[in-house]
């Protein structure tokens, strides 16, 4: 039986968070202001199904699918809301599902570390997939489950904040996100990305 991990809709992408998605998608590039969907479910494979249904459905572009044996994400968007909608709903409808029936968040960690030492700053720049984090910047690292959760985080947390988005993964095991900033920001990015990630209903895992 097919798990609903995740089901998150962002209603505006975020400047940073679209040029972060058009670096490492593999499909089509959304840019900011647009509205957008992911998608975790499992088994991975069915996560063809709901890209059929999805790409039928309404005028909306793939931005990503990724396909693992345990886990499928897909992200779609575009500039009308209503078509990112549409294309969500026959996701659902296609798995005979509600969004209540996604698995709840859940918050593994969540910490801040005050003015990062220059050689720190380095070690999280080796692998980060979006922009670079200061020496002295304050540093956010925001943990969730399942994964893809973790996008909402990254986008609200933009959204509330002038900070800088490090890193985020949004599939696998767990979703990470990594911000940096001035202290004041990053402590208000932090609160905004922890009470998106709160205040989503579903089903406990």
Do not use: W
């Amino acid at each position: 039986m097919a798990e609903l991990r995740a089901y998150v809709y962002l209603d505006r992408l975020q400047p940073q968070f679209a040029a972060y998605l058009g670096a490492n998608a593999r499909g089509y590039i959304p840019v900011v202001g647009m509205a957008s969907i992911l998608v975790e479910i499992a088994p991975g494979v069915i996560i063809n199904q709901l890209t059929d249904a999805a790409l039928k459905a309404a005028n909306v572009r793939p931005g990503l699918m990724v396909v693992e044996r345990h886990f499928g994400v897909l992200e779609f968007h575009s500039k009308a809301q209503a078509d990112v909608k549409q294309a969500g709903h026959a996701v659902l409808t296609s798995l005979g599902m509600t969004v209540e029936d996604r698995v709840k968040p859940q918050i593994l960690s969540s910490q801040i570390i005050h003015k990062v030492n220059d050689y720190h700053a380095q070690m999280v720049n080796v692998t980060r997939l979006c922009s670079m984090l200061l020496p002295g910047q304050d540093l956010y690292i925001l943990e969730v489950v399942p994964a893809g959760y973790i996008t909402l985080a990254a986008n609200e947390a933009e959204k509330n904040a002038l900070i800088t988005l490090v890193d985020c993964r949004s599939y696998g095991a767990v979703g990470r996100l990594y911000i940096g900033g001035k202290e004041s920001d990053v402590a208000r990015a932090a609160k905004a990305a922890e009470t998106s990630i709160l205040n989503l209903t579903g089903k406990a895992s």
